[in-house]
């Protein structure tokens, strides 16, 4: 066991997965740099420039040439520096990689892992701090991952190399050095489409995943001590997403509260909140609270606290749900 934060967890299932000659990691910076966060820092000298590939800024030449590697026999794992900068990609991850097992008759497979650091917080500006993290979880052929623990993040990125299809693994910027734990040195997997129902309670489920576990932390931290009992999940897979242990925990509570950094409209919670809705709405006893971001562009920084989801806001709607 070895005590590390989010990067260098990453960084330790990075080279566990590298250990396999079929995997190659490929991205600006990835090489020399170690990465923007430093998160694939020592990798090159380790295992060479053929495998450890540094790219020019073109994030769609990028993608495309690692969807090439991935239909002929290897496991890439690319690197977007920020969510903002994965948009010129898109095109290639909507296009072709998404669905060439469809287009092929599954012929062909994209066993790729697709890393994108997102989220606000550590005040940059604007494309430097989204999360779209919905785009991805529309897009039918990926799966879609986020880890908000050291654990999770080796445990999941090394599932998303092991997985026969593309893997979008979301990387919440903030988080990369917050929280430290003992993981384990050998390898290990953490199932894609399970969520983790990290504090068991009666009176009210907080639902979330990524950066706003720490929020959702501080705020059944507060509950409690004020006799709340409370009931946390943190989603970790967005695609599959593990209704049914969101469901079991809304019926046995009867109150939820949906958090998600990303804009109100149409984000991902809405997702939860709907099935919900349609699978446990006899057992709710107030309606669903969302907490999210604004429906604006991520403002600089000075007012940046005011974008984002607080603790007191998560409060607040627990509160609502706990009075109705």
Known sequence: MTDLNIAQAINAGLASALEDERVVLIGEDVGATGGVF??????????????????????????????????????????????????????????????????????????????????????????????????????????????????????????????????????????????????????????????????????????GYGAMMKEIAGAAGLLTARGVSVEVIDVRSLVPLDTETIIESVRRTGRAVVVQEAPRTAGFGAEIVAQIQEHALFSLEAPVERVTGWDTIVPLRRAEKHYMPSTDDIVQAANRTLQS
Not at 44 to 58: K, Q, S, W, Y
Not at 70 to 81: F, R, S, T
Not at 109 to 134: K, L, N, Q
Not at 164 to 179: C, G, H, K, T
């Open 38 to 207: 430093r998160v694939s820092d020592g990798l090159l000298a380790r295992f060479g420039p053929e495998r450890v590939i540094d790219t020019p800024v073109a994030e769609s030449g990028i993608v495309g040439a690692a969807f090439g590697m991935a239909i002929n026999g290897l496991k890439p794992i690319v690197e977007i520096q920020f969510m903002g900068f994965s948009y010129p990609g898109f095109d290639q991850i909507i296009s072709h990689v998404a669905r060439i097992r469809n287009r092929s008759r599954h012929r062909f497979t994209a066993p790729m892992v697709i890393r994108i650091p997102y989220g606000a917080g550590i005040g940059a500006a604007e494309h430097h701090s989204e999360s779209a993290e919905v785009i991805y979880a529309h897009t039918p052929g990926l799966k879609v991952v986020v880890p908000s623990t050291p654990y999770d993040a080796k445990g999941l990125l090394l599932a998303a190399v092991e997985d026969p299809d593309p893997v979008v693994f979301l990387e919440p910027i903030r988080m990369y050095r917050a929280v430290r734990e003992d993981i384990p040195d050998e390898p290990y997997t953490v199932p894609i489409g399970v969520a983790e129902l990290v504090e068991e309670g009666n009176d009210v489920t907080l639902i």
